[in-house]
Nanobody, 118 residues
Framework: QVQVLESGGGVVQAGGSLRLSCTASERTYSRYGMGWFRQAPGKERDFVAAISWNGGTTYYADSVKGRFTISRDRATVHLQMNSLKPEDTAVYYC?????????????WGQGTQVTVSS
């Protein structure tokens, strides 16, 4: 069983920045595509950003394009969030996909809270 662990959430004022990080326990983690999702209170979980196993392809939700950047190094995936808005407030989940973003995600973290105050 692959364990996915997020870190870096917190409280920030509108216009500020946060950086989320995610790592997986599996030795073959570097072969997995990774993604970030978020869920606001009373809403469904939405896609935020994803990156392919080799970092060569990235995907972004329209709502975060130009503000969020996903990247990865050998062991960790990062989500740099700039120009944060109150509507970005949510629990952010990191997930790993064995076969790629288009095929869905297989392993999920427990989530980290991001709160953007106005």
């Amino acid at each position: 069983q692959v364990q996915v662990l997020e870190s870096g959430g917190g409280v920030v004022q509108a216009g500020g920045s946060l950086r989320l990080s995610c790592t997986a326990s599996e030795r073959t983690y570097s072969r997995y595509g990774m993604g970030w999702f978020r869920q606001a209170p009373g809403k469904e979980r939405d896609f935020v950003a994803a990156i392919s196993w080799n970092g060569g392809t990235t995907y972004y939700a329209d709502s975060v394009k130009g503000r969020f950047t996903i990247s990865r190094d050998r062991a960790t995936v990062h989500l740099q969030m700039n120009s944060l808005k109150p509507e970005d407030t949510a629990v952010y989940y990191c997930a790993a996909t064995i076969y790629g973003h288009e095929y869905g995600y297989d392993y999920w973290g427990q989530g980290t809270q991001v709160t953007v105050s106005s």
